[in-house]
């Protein structure tokens, strides 16, 4: 049957999906992207590949299948998947016979979970409108089936990773979350070897809900720390608890469990996406940094409070006031204090500059942005992250407070 034959209406699309949901829901998770590339076969795509990010950020990795195209990592930075990945929108190349490459973000909700790429003979609308719909249902299917493999871990990693680093991959939430209010986004380094730094993250109705965590010390001993604190912090939001009970629960535990020179710091925040209002504790970090229009124009400071784990420190609570647009960034000391050649220290005055010189150019979005922030710090440091270094990001839209009025 020739292209042109081919149907592509709604109707079809539609049980085209139903059809591909009815036999994935009990299909072997190693099957799932073979499965994809035969329903795509329906419409006249060919060479189906399904890319997933590796950990470091930095390549895009194809699944092994049958039926599938394995191709060679494509890079995040400069590659039309990668464009497609970093954007979150379709990227069409054409190629030298005219047909068309297509790249299409799979996205779970909001988090990037990779890009599906296909190459049609002609596109028009029905195959865009077809084909998105297609990516999001494998996106869907993908994190779905990962709780039951490690193929698709397999396939990201591309070099051995440490004991601690699985643990600490294991307890993060997704890398990036956007909803019309707020976007927040977080990447560790480095990435195989992390072991005591992680955050969390939680939307519970109009309150934000935010943590960044540094336990001290390196290898499995700072990893149980982290999964202690992480444990804690969510079980006290989980309990409708305030900001300064949060850090209690964190301190009782960390004490309780570990000895008395063991501690974590910790930055907890709780913003209200529909006022901008921001209440922090800042317990031994370095303070987040406030960016407005592409510079960073203040730390938001507050009175430190101890690290939790010291046992029956006083909180300290700080409020501040964010503006539509602004950005909070929030770091571990791995960034600031790896030494440069000669012994130097990086510096805080380092990282305000590279974020600055960022801001001149124009956003890609807060996770783009991030990872590109990340990439930059890590060259401006010699290629260097001899501590675990996390960075964190909030970006604070405004507007109404009902995430649905987005949908009207």
Known sequence: MGEESVDRSEGFGERLLGLLLDRARVMPPQLIAPLVAEEVARIGGRDVSILLQDYAQEVLVPLPGRKLHVGQPQPVAGSPAGRAFLSADVVEVVQADGRVRMYLPLLDGSDQVGVMSLTLDTVGE???????????????????????????????????????????????????????????????????????????????????????????????DAAAMATIAIGAYRHARRVFVSLAEKYAYMDEAISQQF?????????????????????????????????????????LESATTLPVGFGGEEHRIRRHVLQPGDRVLCYTDGIIEEHLTGGELFGEERLIRCVNRLGQEPSQGVRADLRKLSHTLKDERGGCTSDDATLFMIEWHGGAADHLAALD
Do not use: C
């Open 259 to 299: 000895g008395p020179d063991h501690f974590a710091t910790a930055q907890l925040m709780h913003l209200n996406i529909a006022t901008g209002e921001l209440e922090l504790v800042n317990a031994g970090h370095p303070a987040p940094l406030l960016i407005r229009d592409g510079r960073v124009v203040r730390q």
């Open 126 to 220: 029905d195959d865009r409108r077809l084909l998105r719909r297609l990516a999001g249902l494998v996106a869907d299917m993908l994190v779905t089936k990962n709780a039951y493999t490690d193929q698709f871990f397999q396939a990201r990693r591309r070099e051995p990773m440490s004991v601690s680093a699985e643990i600490q991959w294991s307890l993060l939430p997704p890398l990036t979350m956007t909803v019309p209010q707020v976007e927040v986004a977080g990447i560790l380094e480095p990435a195989y070897r992390v072991a005591g730094d992680s955050f969390d993250y939680a939307l519970n109705d109009s309150i934000l809900h935010a943590a960044v965590i540094d336990a001290i010390g390196h290898g499995l």
